[in-house]
């Protein structure tokens, strides 16, 4: 019986890559440390201005909004968009250094400037995760077709195996990837020619958007099978189903190629 604490912290498995993209956790503290600076400082610059052109700091400071958001993290861009209206607030608003607002104008730039950041931050992050996910699809596909070519021409099983191994390898980010011929029964959980995984649910994990430690993609042909590439998958990379996807019609083609 699975725990239902666990159910809780069950999370689904991604279907396109980029959908859930990992940023490393100092790229992310460098995302947070920028979106409290980087407003301060532009708001800091505008100083000079406030005066005449202060209205202009409300585009100006959407700037280091589009910059923090760049770096692919929604959270950060929301907090530079916060800090943000608080430095426009604080410096290029009169009374100047205080959070009160006299003008009710300065009220409605004040909240204009924050609901654009948030706007602006949240699509420019998203569509950081859509680059991603374009410039994996891209290489999704061409390993795909070099891996057709390389089937295509006068190679031996175990030549074609090691880079079929290569390129399945290359889709799944994995650490390691092996071709084991013969028809014994899988040890642990498969990697079905669908992209589904099929296996115990402890041993599938709670987050099915990771791989387990070692998967198995079995190679068939002709209802035989021939074996299996035993799969090592790399610590929490979220791998899409689109990505599974790819690798089984890779091990799929391998096996085409083989002569019973």
Do not use: K
Request: charged fraction near 20%.
């Amino acid at each position: 019986m699975v725990d239902r604490r666990e159910r809780t912290r069950e999370r689904h498995e991604t279907i396109q890559p980029g959908e859930r993209s990992r940023i490393s956790a100092r790229r992310r503290a460098v995302a947070y440390v920028l979106a409290v600076v980087l407003p301060v400082i532009v708001a800091t610059a505008m100083i000079p201005f406030r005066v005449d052109h202060g209205r202009v700091a409300v585009l100006v400071l959407v700037v280091p909004v589009v910059v923090v958001a760049l770096l692919g993290a929604t959270g950060p861009a929301v907090v530079a968009a916060l800090c943000a209206a608080l430095a426009y607030d604080f410096l290029l608003v009169e009374p100047y250094y205080t959070f009160a607002i006299e003008d009710t104008d300065e009220v409605v730039a004040a909240l204009t400037l924050l609901l654009v950041g948030v706007v602006v931050g949240v699509l420019s992050g998203r569509l950081v995760r859509l680059s991603v996910r374009e410039s994996t699809r891209r290489d999704e596909l061409r390993h795909l077709v070099d891996f057709i070519r390389a089937n295509s021409e006068d190679r031996d099983a175990a030549e074609l195996g090691t880079i079929a191994c290569g390129h399945i390898a290359a889709v799944l980010n994995l650490t390691g990837c092996v071709w084991q011929p013969g028809q014994e029964p899988a040890t642990g959980p498969i990697l079905l020619g669908d992209g589904n995984l099929m296996g115990l649910v402890s041993e599938l994990g709670s987050d099915r958007a990771v791989l387990p430690d070692r998967v198995e993609l079995p190679v068939w042909r002709e209802n035989r099978q021939l074996g299996r590439f035993i799969l090592t998958a790399t610590p929490r990379h979220v791998v899409s189903y689109e990505e599974r996807v790819i690798a089984a019609a890779i091990a799929e083609l391998y096996g085409q190629s083989q002569s019973t």
